[in-house]
């Protein structure tokens, strides 16, 4: 069935002239791109959707383009959409991305197939399709494993691992059911470039190989590929590297790549009524999460902020929620979000009242996504088994009933097998015990503050983007310290 005569009616009066006049100029472009241009349906365009509100847009935008082309030729493309699902996304993100398809007619539309990936496990779309208890268990592993050696760090607890996984289903989607031709972006050629340039930096960091310049997106895949195999090592260890952890770039065909970055704009005021009206996109209280839309990890990261204050700085949780707040508001006003949006978040921090309903509300979300408590990700600030527990003792201090520190030494240096102690780092921390082990060989990350260290992981945090250096009070110390935060 052939939906997109009553998509283009209904949504044409949601449509400025401006983009209209761009929608039409894109889809004269893309036609002539296809590989098979005199037989648009036998092309398949493959387009990322996270579930927020710029990749609703773009959903919406390509499926005008896929309009124009029917109603000017009497055929268009076949449009494959796929979503990436981690555990800090809640069913609200499955509830919006259900309304976006109906109002846009995309159930039962012969010309669309819509794709969640879970994992290393693909699947059509479903409204109510349980994510597997196998992908939260990973994603738990992965900010855990990650937190602990990157000390809690924001964006590197919880965005190293999740953007490879992003990378990898991509490969997943590009490889399903006989491939695609052209894969839609919404990124510039600048941009484009510029996560080339980041692939090989990464490769030459990690001593992975660089697949050939003329393999095109399976060799920027395979490139990954090695990096990823290379972090998760270092991370877990070589023999501890799930298949999960790879990046599949073994494609049934190297697509095109056709960008719709110079025919519109992604601002979401520009399209508001479109959004909000016809295709009914809410704004979870959890997954709208400052400059995230689709995902609640940042409200984990202010949450790991202020627990921060609270006990590593010995300051107030209102203090290190604050900070984290004036940092993430002005990646927002960066972003081009709506005032609107700016000021309903600064309203959920408003005061103490209003911090201490956030903190209750980020604790319950840390359980449900991650299933950590707030005495895990304590630990996880002090990473107190990194670089044979040289945070170690200053962790055991901070608790009310804490283990013998020679015990714990022994244990995790495998000179004992204590059971009962085993079994109450494994409560107090979230880590298994082999995990405990391999964090206590493995060396401490450095910042950007900290001496310049050469190795990979020091390297990929110190360049990482979206940080700030700041001032805080160290109650410990009774002073004033410089630290580096970091997020989303």
Not at 215 to 229: I, P
Not at 258 to 277: K, M, S
Not at 403 to 430: F, Y
């Amino acid at each position: 069935m052939n939906n997109l005569s009553t998509m283009m009616r209904e949504m044409s009066g949601y449509l400025t002239p401006t983009i209209i006049d761009s929608a039409q100029h894109c889809s004269r472009r893309l036609l002539a791109a296809l590989p098979d241009a005199a037989h648009p349906e036998n092309n398949r365009v493959l387009l990322a959707y996270g579930g927020g509100k710029d990749s609703s847009y773009m959903v919406a935008y390509v499926r005008y383009i896929q309009g124009l082309i029917w109603q000017q030729h009497g055929s268009t493309f076949q449009l494959r959409i796929s979503t990436n699902r981690h555990a800090a996304m809640n069913d609200s993100v499955m509830e919006n991305i259900d309304r976006v398809y109906r109002a846009l007619h995309i159930p039962d539309d012969d010309f669309t197939e819509c794709l969640v990936t879970d994992g290393l496990q693909i699947r059509h779309f479903d409204r109510h399709l349980p994510m597997p208890d196998s992908v939260r268990q990973q994603n738990r592993n992965d900010v855990l494993m990650n937190g602990h050696r990157f000390r809690a760090d924001a964006r590197s607890t919880f965005c190293n691992a999740c953007n490879l996984s992003m990378v990898n289903s991509f490969g997943l989607a590009a490889h399903f059911d006989g491939g695609v031709d052209v894969i839609i972006t919404g990124d510039s050629p600048q941009e484009q470039t510029a996560y080339l340039a980041w692939a090989r930096h990464l490769s030459r960091l990690f001593d992975a190989p660089v697949a050939d310049k003329s393999r095109g997106f399976s060799g920027f895949l395979q490139t990954l590929d090695g990096v990823a195999e290379r972090y998760f090592a270092d991370i877990y260890g070589a023999d501890q590297v799930t298949p999960a952890h790879r990046i599949t770039w073994q494609l049934e065909r190297d697509p095109l790549f056709f960008n719709i970055y110079q025919d519109t704009a992604y601002e979401a005021g520009a399209h508001w009524a479109l959004l909000t009206e016809f295709m009914h996109f809410r704004f979870d209280e959890l997954m709208f999460s400052f400059s995230e839309s689709d995902c609640g990890n940042p409200t984990l990261m202010a949450h790991i902020r202020g627990l921060r204050a609270e006990t590593l700085l010995q300051r107030s949780y209102a203090e290190g929620i604050r900070e984290y707040v004036r940092f993430a508001l002005g990646l927002m006003v960066k972003k081009d979000f709506p005032p609107q949006l700016i000021d309903e978040m600064a309203a959920r921090y408003q005061d103490d009242e209003a911090i201490k309903r956030a903190r209750q509300r980020a604790a319950q979300f840390a359980e449900q996504a991650f299933g950590l408590n707030e005495t895990q990700l304590v630990c996880m600030i002090y990473s107190p088994f990194i670089a044979e527990g040289h945070q170690l003792k200053s962790w055991l201090q901070q608790l009310a009933d804490a283990p013998d520190e020679a015990a714990v030494r022994a244990l995790l240096r495998g000179e004992s097998d204590d059971l009962l102690l085993a079994q109450q780092l494994e409560q107090l921390s979230g880590l298994t015990v082999a995990q405990m082990r391999h964090c206590w060989r493995s060396a401490q990350v450095s910042s950007l503050l900290d001496d310049q260290r050469g190795d990979a992981l020091s390297r990929v945090l110190r360049f990482d983007p979206h940080k700030a250096v700041i001032q805080v009070n160290n109650g410990v110390m009774q002073d004033v310290v410089t630290e580096v935060i970091s997020g989303r």
